[in-house]
């Protein structure tokens, strides 16, 4: 690793092929560290993530429908059934 960043050594694993014991361990430390870090989103990051999903749900229908309108007129001016 980098010396600039010291402190991310421990978690280069790519020096030595470990144990799936020491693997399982560093896991593990990995997960305990992400869940105290985590935090319970609030109600307006819940609206925003619901704002984002109902446009991309609303584009893919968008699309989809364009795709079979296409298909549909081009079977339809070759006379294909």
Sequence with gaps: MSK???KYDKYD???KKL?????MGIFFQNT???VKIANKPGRKEYFTIFKICAIGIALLGVVSYVIQLIFTVINSAL???
């Design 19 to 23: 144990s799936l014991y020491s693997r």
């Design 79 to 81: 006379g294909i059934a």
């Design 32 to 34: 305990k560290r992400i």
């Design 13 to 15: 694993t790519q020096k």
């Design 4 to 6: 600039s960043y010291p």
